[in-house]
């Protein structure tokens, strides 16, 4: 006979009792999980879900040492289907999704003319920069909107840098041609 599991109970703290139960039947859990989900984040995620399931449900902890592991091998199974079907649901509207839209639908403001020096400069920029840009330029959003919709919390726009910026290696300047004029004279 194992080691008896603790069981949660009114005659304890039920947070210490639950801690003490996962500690002794989490890696069981986590094995079983393993064994049968589709990839090693589904079977986290079902562990985390088990383990949330069954606090919710301490009061029903068996009694029993050996039936706590099989109650929480059900928990698993179910969390585990639970995820199948979300990831199945989530096939199925994709599929839908990508049947909706014709190609050509979607324009691309960087197609049909040679964009390829644009392309670059907005590859050499940090990545909330060239978000910034993307969204105002190509998306047509005003700063407040790119807010909203972009990389910083709080929906405001990331705040300018103190200064100017170097230039960014390989960026597309717009600068005006060189005068020939003397150093230190007249034109």
Not at 37 to 56: G, K, N
Not at 74 to 101: E, P, Q
Not at 120 to 140: N, T
Request: some cysteine.
């Amino acid at each position: 006979m194992r080691e008896p599991v603790p069981r949660p109970s009114s005659d304890r703290p039920d947070r210490a009792a639950f801690e003490a139960l996962y500690r002794s039947t989490g890696s069981a859990v986590l094995g079983y999980a393993l064994r049968r989900a589709a990839s090693p984040d589904d079977a986290h995620d079902a562990v985390a879900e088990t383990y949330t399931v069954a606090w919710r449900r301490r009061a029903d902890t068996p009694v029993d040492p050996d039936e706590v592991r099989p109650w929480l091998f059900g928990i698993a199974r179910r969390c585990l289907a639970d995820i199948d079907r979300s990831a199945a649901r989530a096939t199925r509207l994709g599929a839908k999704l990508a049947d909706a839209f014709v190609v050509g639908t979607i324009p691309d403001p960087a197609v049909g003319e040679d964009y390829a020096p644009v392309r670059a400069a907005m590859a050499g920029l940090p990545d909330a920069d060239r978000e910034l840009v993307s969204l105002v330029a190509w998306e047509g959003l005003t700063l407040p909107g790119s807010g909203r919709a972009g990389p910083e919390p709080g929906g405001h726009p990331r705040p300018a840098a103190p200064g100017p910026r170097p230039p960014q290696a390989g960026a597309v300047h717009h600068r005006r041609p060189p005068r020939n004029r003397p150093r230190g004279g007249r034109p």
